[in-house]
């Protein structure tokens, strides 16, 4: 296994690259999305890094129950990584890179702020992957954090980033929670949608969000096309683009039915799932066969049309 393969297996993924087919269907996808334009929307107003985690915190608390996770921080993540390096007894090393590892709230989790609108965000995850000839002798699998990395353009679409990253750690933190890392992304695209839909009526946030994600989507979707054939990605730039590409596509759709329920209790079942999910009880791959939702749904132009 290459490395990209022996992270996969260690996550509890399909090992490969798994791809989604980028045919004709995405390619009416990508020429429609290169008709969004931006500057009809007023400028999005600022918020600070404390609004930001506060109302993260509010929502969460409204849908779900949050488990702790495990974190490292950054010196002592640098600090097993070169122990790790030079050890003569390889397991001795990992068991005692599972001492140095904390159960904190992902809301403790620290946030940086890097370069980047406020639809820029990521998890850093320390994954040392551990080899399989140790797997098996290990009682654990540890996924642990270090920082929450946001776009430094603070507004109140960034509190939707931040919604959609602490969703990563309480899924990512459950090794085998999906099957297919194309899932990955599906649960924290969709309640980034949920947040923007819900903090203002006027539906103005949601069509940035959303139009946003869209334009990222038809970036990922030229970056895997090149006269039908891949350009020069590596293994983990493919591995992130089709994830990213199949995850949008999903959550779309979820969302969708979502707006056309017209019950409570129907509305209630989608975070029901998802808690399930962040409880390790049923995989992505369960929840979306749930709700009837797959990959040809989510390529319908008319789904696109509908949200652009």
């Given amino acids: 296994m290459n490395t990209v393969e022996c992270k996969l297996h260690y996550l509890g993924y399909k090992t490969g690259i798994e791809k989604v087919n980028v045919g004709k269907n995405l390619e009416t ?3 429609l999305i290169n008709k969004i334009n931006l500057e ?62 904390k159960q ?10 890097c370069d980047g609108d406020s639809m820029v965000g990521d998890v850093s995850k320390v994954i040392i992957t551990v080899p399989i000839e140790y797997q098996d002798l290990l009682e654990q699998k540890p996924v642990p954090f270090s920082t929450i990395n946001l776009g430094k353009e603070l507004t109140n679409v960034s509190t939707g980033t931040y919604i959609h990253e602490l969703a990563h750690t309480q899924q990512e933190s459950i090794i085998g929670y999906t099957n297919s890392i194309l899932n990955k992304e599906v649960i924290s695209i969709f309640l980034e949608k949920i947040y923007a839909l819900e903090i203002d009526p006027t539906g103005k946030t949601l069509a940035m969000s959303e139009r946003k994600r ?49 019950k409570q209790k129907k509305k ?28 040809n749904k989510g390529k319908d132009v008319n789904l696109i049309k509908r949200h652009i």
């Fill in 29 to 31: 996808v990508y020429q």
């Fill in 214 to 262: 869209f334009m990222y989507l038809a970036f990922l979707i030229r970056q895997v096309r090149c006269d039908g054939k891949l350009i020069n990605l590596t293994d983990q730039e493919k591995v992130d683009s089709y994830s990213h590409i199949h995850s949008t596509l999903i959550a779309e759709k979820l969302f969708d039915m979502y707006l056309q329920e017209r």
């Fill in 104 to 113: 904190i709230s992902p809301y403790d989790i620290p946030i940086k702020l």
């Fill in 40 to 101: 009809n929307f007023s400028q999005l107003e600022p918020i600070t890094l404390e609004e930001i985690k506060r109302d993260a915190i509010k929502f969460y608390e409204k849908y779900f129950n949050i488990h702790d996770v495990q974190y490292i921080t950054e010196s002592d993540s640098r600090d097993i990584f070169a122990r790790l390096k030079d050890a003569q007894d390889t397991l001795k090393a990992f068991k005692e890179y599972y001492e140095m590892l």
């Fill in 268 to 295: 209630d079942k989608y975070f029901y799932n998802i808690q399930d999910v962040f409880d390790g009880k049923i995989t992505v791959e369960e929840l979306l066969e749930r709700h009837d939702v797959n990959i």
